[in-house]
């Protein structure tokens, strides 16, 4: 039976790899109706490891975070999203897979800093994230230089790998010009994913929600990936 919104978000209370933030102003986590802030200890507290930890920011359903979970049992996964209905998706399955390496974080990504420590954070997927095609809108892209100052403020001067997947070519443009203009380390920049000459890894074959839904029409999918 498949739930309704609010009973995703009732559901998610009691889920054990489920944190949500509800406030912007007074920002704190609770999982299991408890308060519970792992800042600086997700390894040890959350996952019982010192495995290194991958975010999925802009997780939506989680399927980057639930697939590299399988494929990665070494290391751990943290979807990152505010839309709970969404989070409820990967949370669900993630439990059904008893994938004990992946938990999701339900808050705005402006707030990473109250719950994480950027020393414990070793790699980040930005996966199809909000356009944002307006001007007016250009620094809620998750891949503008105010995102870019906040995740090198949060790193705190440790280098980790960045990987965004788009099917907005404007976005994925405009992303590899800010990183380029930047001076930021590509490591790979690929247009057209799935073009005929192109040889790539299992990990970009993971289709998300939304990849499927513009792949379904026709988008083409970019990826670039970049040290910082
Ligand atoms: C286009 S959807 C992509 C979802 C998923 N990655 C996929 O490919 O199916 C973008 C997601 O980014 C989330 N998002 C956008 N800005 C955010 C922010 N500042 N903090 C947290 N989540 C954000 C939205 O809630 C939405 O679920």
């Known amino acids: ?14 889920m054990p790899n489920v944190y949500e933030n509800f ?8 999982r299991n109706n408890q308060l519970d802030n792992p800042r600086g200890k997700w390894k040890s507290q959350h996952f019982g490891n010192s495995n290194p930890l991958v975010l999925e920011l ?7 975070a639930v697939a590299l979970g399988g494929m990665f049992p070494n290391k751990n996964f943290i979807g990152i999203d505010i839309k709970g209905n969404r989070i409820h998706n990967g949370a669900r399955i993630a439990l059904e897979k008893n994938l004990l390496n992946v938990c999701f974080l339900r808050t705005k990504i402006e707030l990473l800093h109250e719950f ?10 930005i996966t199809f994230p909000d356009p ?10 998750l891949i503008s230089p105010k995102f870019l100052d906040y ?13 965004l997947k788009t099917d907005n070519f404007p976005l994925f443009r405009y992303a590899v010009g800010v990183l380029d203009g930047r001076g930021e380390r590509i490591l790979r920049c690929l247009e057209n994913i799935y073009g005929n000459d192109k040889k790539i ?11 499927r839904l513009h792949a379904g029409q026709g ?3 970019h990826y670039v990936k970049w040290e910082m």
Request: net charge neutral; charged share 30%; with cysteine.
């Open 23 to 30: 406030s912007f102003t007074e920002p704190k986590l609770i």
């Open 1 to 14: 039976m498949s739930l309704n919104k609010l009973q995703k978000f009732e559901a998610l209370k009691t």
């Open 201 to 211: 890894d299992d990990i970009l074959k993971v289709q998300t929600y939304y990849e």
């Open 58 to 64: 802009a997780c939506g359903k989680g399927e980057y």
């Open 151 to 163: 995740y090198k403020k949060l790193l705190n001067g440790k280098k980790i790998t960045f990987h």
């Open 116 to 125: 994480m420590d950027g020393e414990e954070i070793d790699e980040i997927w």
């Open 132 to 141: 944002f095609p307006s001007f007016s809108d250009r620094g809620n892209r």
């Open 219 to 221: 988008s083409q999918i």
